[in-house]
């Protein structure tokens, strides 16, 4: 739920339960306040009909006048009536209709005898009047509900824009990418407040990243002497006496693993050079021309496998740089190769939108979101596990989509431009 | 020829003068970049073996100052920097050559040797070993008078050998040469040995002594019998 539709229901929620109890408490105030005032005028009828009958000595006329009304009755010596207010319906005479009305009866002494005196006036206009005043602060309220939801919505939406803005560049942020979190100013201090926080930390992380990179590199760097002066002595070694055939075996696999070792690092290097966009000098490519030259590369591993390369190359430009198309081609190829068993198959389609590489083989299907992952590969793969990481990386250099798939017992990588 | 070797890593130096220094080759050392740049000023070699980074400089100046003075010295760079961009900037500011550390003293030898020949022959670009001549220009093999048609890896490995004979070269550094060094090459190491095979056979079909020996298991050497 969005902050302000939460926002929205709370105030809504709050302002209906507010709403009904003050109005309760407000019709019940202006209510007893009108009632107070039709008994005032009760109780001066009262005087004014008490000093009647001490000036007088008898009682004023009985009778209904406006909104008003008199009677009288006699009682018993032995009855008590009390003096009190009440609610009563009467019949207003002059509107010749039944009417609420307000009463007040009392007893007065005239000439010995105890009459209890009721009079009635109605209440018709103050209820009218608390029906009036009532429904004004009703609409009113009503009218300022509306308006604080309108305000909420355009004006809440128009406050929190800085927000979704920082919230955009946080989704679309990337320790690789070159360029900073952009903010645009905000008023509010807030989101002042949050912009400082996100461009600091995203500062700290690129520079954290920045430094692991720039190690990487350096180890990578550095190890490449101590494998140059490895790589030299075994040259030298090999010059100096005649060693038997097991020994030889010995000096080869050092050779083999010195040379693996030395590939290791040149493939974390050219990583951490794709990934920091050093790659410059693009051009024009003839991916189709590219494909058929790494083909008779790889001709003598196919014959000696045996494998069958089917071939569908329609023209194709790109503009990149030309290592990292070879390296792309050599990857994708050799993968296939490698990968592949005797009499197997290899196909590469080419068309304006796609390359195609698919391959038989005897592994069943990679996991395909960890394909691309630096050295994920098969426990009977021999190949380094970064071939695939670099190819990724190579695609998403130039935006392209490199895919995995596995159907009919084949595996396909394909490269969408 | 004469060779300076511009190199901070004394194992990797001492290894480099042992492959270098026999039949004649003259092979003086400099350490670092103020020796360097002295020795650049003061000598002529027939190629400088030039480290990218030393102390006290970068390897660069030193090929700007060579070039500056307009020495027709051979250049080969020899660095750990993998980057394109130092490739292409060394090649471009006039080396003639750019080798990756690591390397094996096989491929250094072969390259020091084209650079060389290219070099001090001024247009004449003949190899010849005993009975072989080879003309790099035509791409040509001749056994005596007998031409002798190789494929393009056979027509490699005997140059490559020749530059190398006498010494043991390893089957990696053979597959390095012939292959390029961004595949897994222990695939390639059946193919040396056919291409190997097959060329010893041409070489002696065509009446040439068979001086390809193979070596432990290891590798083979191409030596004067």
């Not at chain 1, 306040?33 to 008490?50: C, P, S």
């Not at chain 1, 000098?281 to 189709?288: A, G, P």
């Not at chain 1, 194709?316 to 390296?327: G, P, S």
Request: aromatic share 8%; with cysteine.
């Amino acid at each position: 739920m969005k902050l302000a539709a939460k926002y929205n229901r709370v105030t809504l929620i709050a302002s209906i339960i507010v709403l009904i109890f003050t109005g309760v408490i407000y019709y019940a105030v202006i209510h007893y306040i009108l009632t107070g005032q039709l008994d005032r005028d009760l109780a001066i009828e009262e005087d004014e009909i008490t000093a009647y009958v001490k000036t007088y000595g008898k009682l004023p006329q009985a009778g209904s006048f406006k909104e008003q009304k008199v009677s009288y009755s006699l009682i018993e010596a032995n009855r008590n009536v009390e003096r009190r207010y009440f609610n009563n319906d009467y019949f207003n005479e002059s509107e010749q209709k039944v009417e609420p009305g307000r009463s007040l009866i009392y007893t007065v002494q005239v000439n010995g005898k105890r009459h209890s005196v009721t009079v009635t006036k109605s209440r018709v206009e103050s209820e009218d009047l608390v029906r009036i005043i009532f429904l004004i602060t009703l609409s009113v309220t009503i009218l300022l509900l509306i308006t604080l939801l309108l305000i909420n919505r355009f004006i809440l939406n128009n406050i929190w824009k800085p927000f979704y803005g920082i919230l955009l560049q946080m989704k679309a942020f990337n320790l690789a990418d070159k360029n900073d979190i952009r903010i645009e100013s905000t008023k509010i201090d807030e989101f002042t407040e949050l912009n400082a926080a996100v461009i600091t930390m995203s500062l700290r992380v690129k520079q954290d990243y920045r430094e692991l990179k720039s190690f990487t590199d350096n180890a990578s760097h550095e190890m490449m002497t101590p494998l140059a002066v490895i790589n030299s002595k075994l040259d030298t070694l090999i010059q100096t006496e005649t060693f038997s055939d097991s020994q030889g075996e010995l000096i080869e696999d050092i050779y083999v693993a010195v040379g693996k070792l030395s590939r290791l690092n040149q493939s974390l290097l050219m990583l951490a050079k794709i990934e920091n966009n050093l790659i410059g000098d693009q051009e024009t490519i003839e991916l189709d021309n590219l494909i058929r030259q790494k083909t008779r590369q790889f001709q003598e591993l196919l014959q000696l496998h045996n494998i069958n390369l089917k071939t569908e190359l329609a023209n194709k430009q790109i503009n990149m740089n030309k290592h990292l198309a070879d390296m792309l081609i050599n990857n994708l190829l050799s993968n296939a190769i490698r990968h592949n068993y005797k009499d197997g198959e290899i196909s590469i389609q080419l068309n304006d939108s796609q390359l195609i590489v698919s391959n038989t083989s005897s592994d069943t299907a990679l996991i395909a979101d960890k394909v691309f992952e630096r050295f994920y590969k098969n426990a009977a793969s021999e190949g380094m596990g970064l071939g695939l990481a670099i190819s990724n990386q190579i695609c998403n250099l130039y935006h392209f989509k490199l895919n995995y798939a596995y159907q009919n017992l084949r595996h396909f990588f394909t490269v969408s431009f | 020829m004469k060779i300076l070797l511009i190199e901070d890593e004394s194992s990797l130096r001492e290894s480099i003068i042992t492959y270098f220094t026999d039949e004649g080759n003259i092979c003086e050392t400099a350490v670092d970049y103020k020796s360097a740049i002295e020795k650049v000023n003061i000598y002529n070699y027939d190629c400088i073996l030039l480290d990218l980074t030393l102390p006290g400089g970068d390897g660069m100046e030193i090929l700007r100052g060579i070039k500056k003075i307009k020495k027709k010295d051979g250049v080969l760079i020899i660095s750990a920097r993998h980057s394109l961009d130092d490739k292409l900037d060394g090649l471009n500011l006039g080396a003639d050559d750019y080798l990756v550390k690591p390397f094996h003293l096989s491929e250094l030898k072969a390259r020091v040797t084209a650079i060389v020949r290219r070099k001090s022959y001024d247009g004449s670009n003949i190899i010849t070993f005993n009975e072989i001549h080879i003309d790099t220009q035509a791409m040509s093999v001749k056994i005596g008078d007998n031409a002798l048609t190789l494929t393009r890896k056979e027509y490699d490995l005997l140059v490559y050998f020749i530059a190398n004979h006498s010494k043991v070269i390893t089957k990696s550094a053979i597959a390095e040469h012939l292959w390029g060094d961004e595949m897994d090459l222990s695939d390639h190491f059946d193919f040396i040995y056919t291409h190997i095979k097959n060329l010893r056979k041409k070489l002696i079909e065509a009446g040439c002594k068979d001086y390809i020996k193979s070596m432990y298991g290891v590798g083979y050497k191409f030596e004067n019998i």
